[in-house]
């Protein structure tokens, strides 16, 4: 009966004089190994930032036009579906929360762009 390697091999541990150093040997005269950190590219920082003040124009512009709009606010299929909450978002002050956050929106996209262009 022939003889079959076993599927399981014993693995040797390494001395610790093998392993490699990473962070150079001076014995060996390998020079340590540097980290190099990546730059992202200056495009990519300026179409990263169009998207984003972009984005935030595009929500603060339609939360701050919502609550006036009858479409959007007094047609409200979840406005419709619980009168209770359709009475309390029809209230001045609610809306001009909700609008609040719109400008609020609308005003972190302009410090995102007048922070990029100072620094």
Known sequence: MPQQPESTSSTLALSPATL?????NPETGQPPIEHVPQRIPKWLE?????????????IGLAVCY???????WDQNPLFLQ???????????????????LGLLNL???????LR???G
Do not use: K, N, T
């Not at 005003?107 to 762009?113: I, M, P, S």
């Open 66 to 72: 919502a609550p006036w709009s009858p479409m959007f």
């Open 116 to 118: 990029h262009r100072e």
């Open 107 to 113: 005003w972190y996209a302009l410090q995102d762009v």
């Open 82 to 100: 619980f009168p209770m909450l359709a009475h309390f978002a029809a209230h001045g002050a609610v809306r001009g929360i909700v609008s609040g």
């Open 20 to 24: 490699p150093d990473p962070d150079g």
């Open 46 to 58: 300026r179409i990263e930032l169009l998207l984003r003040v972009m984005l935030r124009m595009y």
